[in-house]
């Protein structure tokens, strides 16, 4: 089937740099994006990497690699306020026009 | 309107009822989604509108699970003879078209099945 896997918990201090993990098994898809939720809020859009290598959005960054099934987001720099869920997403090939997320990685930002 | 919105953002009912959910996507947007989320868990795929035809209702867990969107904009999500096993935030989202990758979502109805 296809799934996205991502580590259920990643516990970090201001100021660190902290690397959520996405690993797949998907047969293909169109490019990985990043969603962050605050607790009880919406899923709001941080990246997309349609081809492999890395893409920065300030503090931000995304990588890609299709041939290791891989992908990662980066945060630098943490601040308290990046303590939320963090979910990666793909359009599966054959799958429609729909986003298919990750398991999901709570992150705690911690002083 | 500027964002998605959803109503109601909270919903406790009945085992047995019937539930309403409704979502006003972004105006334009002719893609709208709604997924599911259990506590702690990713997001689930339930159904997709383009305009107003579903071409995906893949997710829909049972024939209780119905949707359906008017004149390109909004749309209802109803839950017929609710269950325990139903209660989750519903979480609606628009996109401008197909293909799209961001999707703008609203703060979703959380359902609580007594």
């Known amino acids: 089937g296809q799934s996205l896997e991502q580590p259920s918990e990643v516990t970090a201090v201001e100021g660190a740099i902290v690397q959520i993990n996405c690993t797949y098994q998907?047969?293909?898809?169109?490019?990985l994006s990043w969603y962050q939720q605050h607790d009880g809020g919406a899923p709001t859009f941080l990246s997309y990497?349609?081809?492999?290598g890395l893409e920065e959005t300030g503090r931000f960054s995304s990588f890609l690699s299709r041939s290791d099934s891989y992908g990662y987001l980066l945060l630098q720099e943490l601040q308290m306020k990046d303590s939320a869920s963090y979910f990666c997403?793909?359009?599966?090939?054959?799958?429609?026009?729909?986003?298919?997320f990750g398991t999901g990685t709570q992150l705690k930002v911690e002083l | 309107g500027a964002g998605v919105s959803q109503s109601p953002s909270n919903k406790v009912t009945e085992k047995g009822k019937d539930v309403e959910l409704r979502c006003d996507p972004i105006?334009?947007?002719?893609?709208l989604y709604w997924y599911r989320q259990s506590l702690g868990q990713g997001l689930e795929f339930l159904i997709y509108?383009?305009?107003?035809?579903?071409?995906?209702k893949s997710g829909l867990p049972s024939d209780r699970f119905s949707a359906e969107r008017t004149g390109g904009s909004v749309s209802t999500l109803t839950i017929q003879r609710t269950q325990q096993e139903d209660s989750a935030v519903y979480l609606c989202?628009?996109?401008?078209?197909?293909?799209?990758?961001?999707?703008?979502f609203g703060s979703g109805t959380r359902l609580t099945v007594v």
């Open positions: 989202a628009s996109s401008s078209g197909t293909g799209d990758y961001v999707y703008t």
């Open positions: 998907t047969s293909g898809f169109y490019g």
């Open positions: 990497n349609a081809l492999d």
């Open positions: 997403a793909v359009r599966l090939t054959g799958g429609g026009n729909k986003l298919t």
């Open positions: 105006s334009g947007h002719t893609a």
């Open positions: 509108f383009q305009g107003n035809s579903a071409p995906d």
